[in-house]
């Protein structure tokens, strides 16, 4: 039984950690939208784009960690990336260059 708080505990505390980053994106970015994706063994990775257009991301050691950390930000979350919702992010020139930089003569990604 104690095994089993003491692992609750930490996942509390991960989740609180999560929480407080997504927060903080939000504050930064004038609010935040979300979206929860799993990623395989890694666990899951939670996109989070800004009211600015401003995105960036935060990975949970689990889907069930991420799902709590999203719900206790209070951010809107998305089930998919579809387009409306990536529509929303604004790219810049730094972002184009390292997503398209190899095919388009930019900088390589290495």
């Known amino acids: 039984m104690a095994d089993t708080q003491q692992v609750d505990a930490k996942a509390e505390r991960r989740v609180a950690r999560l929480a407080r980053r997504i927060d903080s ?9 979300g979206q929860v994706a799993y990623i395989g063994e890694r666990g899951a990775r939670v996109v989070l784009v800004g009211a600015d257009g401003g995105w960036g991301d ?3 050691p689990t889907y069930e960690i991420a799902q709590k950390a999203v719900e206790k930000a209070g951010i809107t979350v ?6 409306e919702f990536a529509a929303k992010v604004t790219t810049g020139p730094y972002e184009w260059s390292r997503m398209a930089g190899i095919q388009i003569g930019g900088p390589s990604n290495t």
């Open 78 to 83: 998305h089930e998919d990336f579809d387009g």
């Open 25 to 33: 994106f939000s504050k930064a970015h004038g609010g935040a939208e």
């Open 58 to 60: 935060v990975v949970a």
